[in-house]
């Protein structure tokens, strides 16, 4: 039989019985070590060999133990994939898929909606290794004719940041096969929960798990899931080379945090829409940004290919700057932060320089507001936007 996800979830990292007493803690402690002993130069062959052969196998502290493994299969299960790679950051994550997948003399096809840092990463290290980086409008541009004989990659993110806007991931992804060019997508907004690009088409998903997986604002965590041993074995690699490793607390705040997800996640998008119901009817507000609002131009997209949404929506305000700047700093409830997927509501105000890169994003708008919808009461969210909305006009 197999188990529903949220079922899984809760059983993978189960601490094992003590053989001698028949007992055992319910989770899986924090295994902090750097120095793995091996009980015989046997088991220590043994254990290079299954590394050699590109299998998961506990060697030293940089690869880390049991926790670690744990924490490998909950991304595994949630993303539907065979293989995966723990970073110390989103970022992290996002850099090792970058340099397990592409070469100097490589291009590579990024969608203009993708996390801002990624275009620094281009910047400051792709551009130097000769990887050619361009960008591409998913909703406006012909993407086939964007490809060159040397494209080895197509890098997306869906929704998209900032925006939310949803990406075709199965054409996407059609596209891609047709060439034999891989497929990587930033799975965070979903993290494999309430979407799964693996599912369809993608090759390569990367999520940070700093926001909804490990769920608390307190940790920094990044995955690679992959379903091609393949694939598999040149992101190892990157990982490998660079060094990178995650710490074993860490991944332990991580299985803790995931152990509430399914509760989490449905409440987080109940509560987004009740706000997006309220800003609706605000005359401040111009447009709202979340694709599980049915206003939403991905609404359609979303619709047909996630299970589920979440807290993060974006509103475009009809205001000036300084006004929107009024809205921000009278909200109490709402965080002034960049990150998001913890319990608490947080709120951004976009920079428009971070905006015109952005093919989604229209000229009409005056100012743009992120808001990360948390766990607390709608009623007092709702209340606090209300305030707040109200200070546009009478600071203006
Ligand atoms: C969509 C997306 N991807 C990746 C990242 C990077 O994650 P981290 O902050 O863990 O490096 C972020 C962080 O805000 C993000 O929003």
């Known amino acids: 039989m197999t188990e529903h996800l949220d079922t899984r979830l809760l059983h993978i990292g189960s601490a094992p019985f003590d053989p001698e007493t028949g007992t055992a803690p319910v989770s899986l402690p924090s295994i902090r070590t750097s120095t793995v002993r091996f009980e015989s130069l046997d088991a220590l062959d043994k254990a290079m060999a299954r590394r050699l052969a590109g299998e998961r196998a506990i060697t030293y502290g940089r690869s880390g133990m049991d926790t670690h493994r744990a924490l490998e299969d909950v991304f595994m299960q949630l993303e ?3 293989y995966c790679v723990l970073a110390p950051s989103g970022m992290a994550a996002i850099t090792i898929a970058f340099l397990g997948l592409v070469r100097s003399g490589d291009h ?3 969608a203009d909606c993708v996390y801002g840092p990624v275009r620094n990463l281009d910047r400051a290290l792709l551009r130097g290794l000769g990887i ?10 012909d993407v086939a004719a964007l490809i060159r004989p040397n494209t080895r990659l197509i890098y997306v993110e869906s929704p998209g940041s900032l925006l939310l806007e949803m990406l075709d991931m199965p054409a996407l992804a059609a596209i891609a096969q047709e060439r ?14 309430i979407y799964r690009p ?13 926001k909804y997986v490990a769920g608390h604002s307190d940790v920094m965590l990044g995955a690679v899931i992959v379903k091609d041993p393949a694939v598999a074995a040149r992101i190892h690699s990157a990982q490998y080379a660079m060094g990178n490793s995650l710490s074993a607390d860490d991944a332990w705040l991580a299985l803790r945090g995931v152990r509430t997800m399914a509760v989490r996640m449905p409440q987080h998008a109940r509560n ?15 447009r709202i940004f979340h694709p599980a609002w049915a206003k939403d131009p991905g609404y359609a997209l979303w619709q047909r290919d996630c299970t589920g949404s979440n807290g993060m929506l974006s509103v475009a305000l009809r205001c000036s700057r300084q006004e ?6 009278a909200l109490t409830l709402f965080g002034i932060g960049f990150s998001w997927g913890g319990f608490e509501s947080l709120v951004q105000l976009v920079d428009q320089s971070a905006l015109t890169s952005h093919s989604y994003w229209g000229s009409q708008e005056h100012a743009l507001v992120r808001l990360h919808i948390g766990l607390e009461s709608t009623d007092d969210l709702i209340k606090d936007l209300g305030q707040a909305l109200d200070r ?4 203006g």
């Open 132 to 141: 050619e980086v361009s960008y591409f409008s998913a909703g406006r541009d």
């Open 392 to 395: 546009i006009g009478a600071t």
């Open 272 to 286: 987004a829409l009740e706000v997006c119901k309220f800003l609706d009817s605000r005359p401040e507000v111009s």
């Open 324 to 329: 929107a700047r009024s809205f921000v700093n």
């Open 80 to 82: 539907g994939g065979s």
């Open 198 to 210: 693996l599912a369809l088409g993608a090759d390569v998903s990367i999520v940070a798990g700093t």
């Open 108 to 110: 590579v096809l990024v």
């Open 180 to 193: 034999g060019i891989l497929l990587a997508t930033d799975n965070t907004w979903g993290s494999g929960y």
